[in-house]
T-cell receptor, first 114, second 108 residues
Framework: GAGVSQSPRYKVAKRGQDVALRCDPI?????LFWYQQALGQGPEFLTY????????KSGLPSDRFFAERPEGSVSTLKIQRTQQEDSAVYLC????????????FGPGTRLTVL | SQQGEEDPQALSIQEGENATMNCSYK?????LQWYRQNSGRGLVHLIL?????REKHSGRLRVTLDTSKKSSSLLITASRAADTASYFC????????FGSGTKLNVKP
């Protein structure tokens, strides 16, 4: 595909359920980022991968959040035992470079926890 | 928490007018970037300015950076209705921080 894709686009979960959000970056992009965006706010950094290595996970809000990129391409963000405060749009971005230069964003997954 | 703050939070102008948005940040940076987000869609990278640069142009966009004041501005000249979106500054300070955004409405 030409751009970053994310699935599902929308997810409704009951409180306590586990969810998995997928990101397909642009082919060949080394860096992959996850962000959380609350309504009316700017995105907040969650975690960063360079190839398969998770170099920074300091933005993950709790140990219920886990991200992986096992083959250095597709990434999955998993949230265990979802809470209402996890409701947000989760954005994935990829970049050709190994730093925070131009990032290409996917459309996001809107998670609603009831 | 977010490092950047945009000002104003919202801006409404007529088509053809110029729009200026400001961004302030707190720590030393490697670069500062501006992104646009249309309603319900992903972010699009507009322009990057490095910490040793003071001004940069791209089409109808002009970005300035004042590292002594820890501030940046984005000027959109001759605005169009299609420029209606939220605009975010983002700073690379070893970690990557987005500001809270400016909502721009360009009336046709």
């Amino acid at each position: 595909g030409a751009g970053v894709s994310q699935s599902p686009r929308y997810k409704v979960a009951k409180r306590g359920q586990d969810v998995a959000l997928r990101c397909d970056p642009i082919s060949g992009h080394v860096s992959l980022f996850w962000y959380q965006q609350a309504l009316g706010q700017g995105p907040e950094f969650l975690t960063y991968f360079q190839n398969e290595a998770q170099l920074d996970k300091s933005g993950l809000p709790s140990d219920r959040f886990f991200a992986e990129r096992p083959e250095g391409s597709v990434s999955t963000l998993k949230i265990q035992r979802t809470q209402q405060e996890d409701s947000a749009v989760y954005l994935c971005a990829s970049s050709q470079r190994t730093d925070y230069n131009e990032q290409f964003f996917g459309p996001g997954t809107r998670l609603t926890v009831l | 928490s977010q490092q950047g703050e945009e000002d104003p939070q919202a801006l409404s102008i007529q088509e053809g007018e110029n729009a200026t948005m400001n961004c302030s940040y707190k720590t030393s940076i490697n670069n500062l970037q501006w992104y646009r987000q249309n309603s319900g869609r992903g972010l699009v990278h507009l322009i990057l300015i490095r910490s040793n640069e003071r001004e940069k142009h791209s089409g109808r966009l002009r970005v300035t950076l004042d590292t002594s004041k820890k501030s940046s501005s984005l000027l959109i000249t001759a605005s169009r209705a299609a420029d209606t979106a939220s605009y975010f500054c983002a700073t690379d300070a070893g970690k990557f921080y987005f500001g809270s955004g400016t909502k721009l409405n360009v009336k046709p």
